[in-house]
């Protein structure tokens, strides 16, 4: 683990083939493919999660689509509050969207939906949000995808926050699309 003052990087692999190894130990599994387009990066506090949130807002573009998952309290927000400031482009207020599950920024360039399915009960209820049509005009940030139940999108970047120390968190960044080309400017 690197020293909590550091941010590490992990290269990104750029799709080549590769023996990849799951787990450790006797029970670990190995299977050859293509590399996926991920990217490790340890985060030593919450203004380290929030300069992760400006650097992918630096590359995002309308049609785009961020998902933010992990545990309560992973940083998701933090990080949607930082790209969704980074694009607006001044201090804006950025509440929570999870009681209203949907939050739009007109102000921003390029417009952002940031929407929170925690609270979804059903798989269709994600429909009626009009996601999918957001991405026409707007760059959408979504936390608990997984509430979703199916893919949101194929072109889009993953974004996995994980706990690992008192105030620490390491993200995995995994690429889908044209987001396997901009990744390495995250």
């Given at each position: 683990?690197?020293?909590?003052?550091?941010?590490?990087?992990?290269?990104?692999?750029?799709?080549?083939?590769?023996?990849?190894?799951?787990?450790?130990?006797?029970?670990?599994?190995?299977s050859?493919?293509?590399?996926?387009?991920v990217?490790?990066?340890?985060l030593?506090?919450?203004?380290?999660?929030?300069?992760?949130?400006?650097?992918?807002?630096?590359?995002?573009?309308?049609?785009?689509?961020?998902?933010?998952?992990?545990?309560?309290?992973?940083g998701?927000?933090t990080?949607?509050?930082?790209?969704?400031?980074?694009r607006?482009?001044?201090?804006?207020?950025?509440?929570?969207?999870?009681?209203?599950?949907?939050?739009?920024?007109?102000?921003?360039?390029?417009?952002?939906w940031?929407?929170?399915?925690?609270?979804?009960?059903?798989?269709?209820?994600?429909?009626?949000?009009?996601?999918?049509?957001?991405l026409?005009?707007?760059?959408?940030?979504?936390?608990?995808?997984?509430r979703?139940?199916?893919?949101?999108g194929?072109?889009?970047?993953?974004?996995?926050?994980?706990?690992?120390?008192?105030g620490?968190?390491?993200?995995?960044?995994?690429?889908?699309?044209?987001?396997?080309?901009?990744?390495?400017?995250?």
């Amino acid at each position: 683990m690197p020293e909590p003052d550091r941010l590490y990087q992990a290269p990104v692999l750029e799709g080549s083939e590769a023996t990849c190894y799951t787990g450790s130990g006797p029970g670990a599994s190995r299977s050859r493919g293509k590399v996926k387009h991920v990217r490790h990066i340890d985060l030593a506090d919450e203004l380290a999660t929030e300069l992760l949130g400006r650097r992918i807002a630096a590359t995002l573009k309308r049609g785009d689509l961020v998902t933010l998952s992990g545990e309560l309290g992973a940083g998701k927000t933090t990080l949607a509050r930082a790209m969704i400031r980074t694009r607006a482009g001044v201090l804006i207020e950025v509440p929570s969207p999870t009681f209203t599950l949907v939050q739009t920024y007109p102000e921003t360039d390029p417009e952002i939906w940031h929407a929170d399915l925690y609270r979804l009960d059903r798989p269709g209820e994600v429909d009626e949000l009009g996601l999918g049509e957001a991405l026409d005009a707007a760059a959408v940030i979504v936390e608990w995808p997984e509430r979703a139940r199916r893919p949101l999108g194929g072109d889009r970047l993953d974004v996995t926050l994980v706990h690992t120390g008192a105030g620490s968190r390491r993200a995995t960044l995994t690429a889908h699309g044209s987001w396997k080309g901009r990744l390495r400017h995250v």
